[in-house]
Every structure is written in structure tokens, then in C-alpha cells.
T-cell receptor, first 113, second 115 residues
Framework: DQQVKQNSPSLSVQEGRISILNCDYT??????FLWYKKYPAEGPTFLIS?????DKNEDGRFTVFLNKSAKHLSLHIVPSQPGDSAVYFC????????????FGSGTKLNVKP | EPEVTQTPSHQVTQMGQEVILRCVPI?????FYWYRQILGQKVEFLVS????????KSEIFDDQFSVERPDGSNFTLKIRSTKLEDSAMYFC?????????????FGPGTRLLVL
């Protein structure tokens, strides 16, 4: 049951450059998407979200893009900083059933100084 | 800033034993969740809880699992007879309202190791 997929287990980026993390989903009922960041030994922390009525949401250095026809979303971090090094999880839910969130397997981002 | 707390941070148990994982959600939150993450794998939804009853549960959440809010502040996950494959990180989360835009706040997790 892999309804949310993050196909890149890891990504390495130089400080100051753009980090692009990708996420694909299969369930067309999903209409709300979130990105979480997770440091070792901590729980996931919410980063940014987007609903299906938008195709872009921006918050500071973080922008999430949603392509509904491709069932694809991406998180852009510009500029990347060493403190951004963490595991990033994409999650999805349906507004009709917000009691259940589906997570991807995560992408480990390493931002090199 | 209010936060979700979980105890213990680590638990080692023998196969077949019962374990209770504890969570203290953020005080004014009404919706509670348990997730687990097997090492190297995705975060998996287990169960959601609202108004003293289960709202939704996954296929993982079988009869070995139960949840309870015994005293209005704690939210517990009980595994009745642990199996080796229950070894994972268990995360509790809570949220304020039912609006999907309201984010879930996660606890730091309990690492369960079943021997």
C-alpha cells in the first residue's frame, strides 16, 4: 500500500544551492499534502502544506509545488543551509477523511557546507 | 511552546510480553494519533482517536493493539503480546481541531525493541 512514494532515499546538495525533494502519489482522492522534517531522535515537525486548489505555496525559503495531473509534488529549499540536513517526509490526506495521513518513506537531505 | 511528550524513550521487551507506550498530547488538542516507523521504512499510520473512541485505524492495528485515554491527559498505546516485527519507533501526534489544515504535532517517539 504505497500510496505516497518518495523515490529518492537521499539527496546531497551544496550550501546555498537549491534542494528539490520529490513526492508522487497514486490516490486521486488526496487533496491535502504536507511536508515534515525529521531530525534524528526527534518526531517529525511540520514544515509546509498545500491543498489541491493551489499549485504553489511558499513560506520563506520553502516552496511546495503541486502538479495534480501528474500526481506529483515537490519541495524546494532555496538557499539550502547545513541546518536543513534532515529526513523529509511527504504526507497526504483527503479532506473527506483527515483522520488518516499517508506518509512517504522519506528523503535524507545532506547540505554540505 | 507546548509539545507532545512520550515515555519511555526506549523500551526493550521479550516477545509475547505486553507493552504500554505513553503519550501526553498538547493540552487543548482533541485529536490523537499513533504512528510507527520500522527502521529505514516509511512512517505508517496506526490509529486516530477522537471523543474517546477510535476514528480510524489501519490494517496494522489488529486485535493486539489498543488505545486508551485513561485520565484526560495521557493517551496510551498497548500491544498485548509483542512480536519481533513490532520493533519500531512509535510516534504519538495530536491536533487541535478537525480541520485538515490544522497540522499534527508529533512527539519524539518511543523506540521499541522486541527480542
Amino acid at each position: 500500500d504505497q500510496q505516497v512514494k518518495q523515490n529518492s532515499p537521499s539527496l546531497s546538495v551544496q550550501e546555498g544551492r537549491i534542494s528539490i525533494l520529490n513526492c508522487d502519489y497514486t490516490n486521486s482522492m488526496f487533496d491535502y499534502f504536507l511536508w515534515y522534517k525529521k531530525y534524528p531522535a526527534e518526531g517529525p515537525t511540520f514544515l509546509i502544506s498545500i491543498s489541491s486548489i493551489k499549485d504553489k505555496n511558499e513560506d520563506g525559503r520553502f516552496t511546495v509545488f503541486l502538479n495534480k495531473s501528474a500526481k506529483h509534488l515537490s519541495l524546494h529549499i532555496v538557499p539550502s543551509q547545513p541546518g536543513d540536513s534532515a529526513v523529509y517526509f511527504c504526507a497526504a490526506s483527503a479532506v473527506s477523511n483527515f483522520n488518516k495521513f499517508y506518509f512517504g518513506s522519506g528523503t535524507k537531505l545532506n547540505v554540505k557546507p | 511552546e507546548p509539545e507532545v511528550t512520550q515515555t519511555p524513550s526506549h523500551q526493550v521487551t521479550q516477545m509475547g510480553q505486553e507493552v504500554i507506550l505513553r503519550c501526553v498530547p498538547i493540552s487543548n488538542h482533541l485529536y490523537f494519533y499513533w504512528y510507527r516507523q520500522i527502521l529505514g521504512q516509511k512512517v505508517e499510520f496506526l490509529v486516530s482517536f477522537y471523543n474517546n473512541e477510535i476514528s480510524e485505524k489501519s490494517e496494522i492495528f489488529d486485535d493486539q493493539f489498543s488505545v486508551e485515554r485513561p485520565d484526560g491527559s495521557n493517551f496510551t498505546l498497548k500491544i498485548r503480546s509483542t512480536k519481533l516485527e513490532d520493533s519500531a519507533m512509535y510516534f504519538c501526534a495530536s491536533r487541535d481541531t478537525g480541520l485538515v489544515q490544522e497540522t499534527q504535532y508529533f512527539g519524539p517517539g518511543t523506540r521499541l525493541l522486541v527480542l
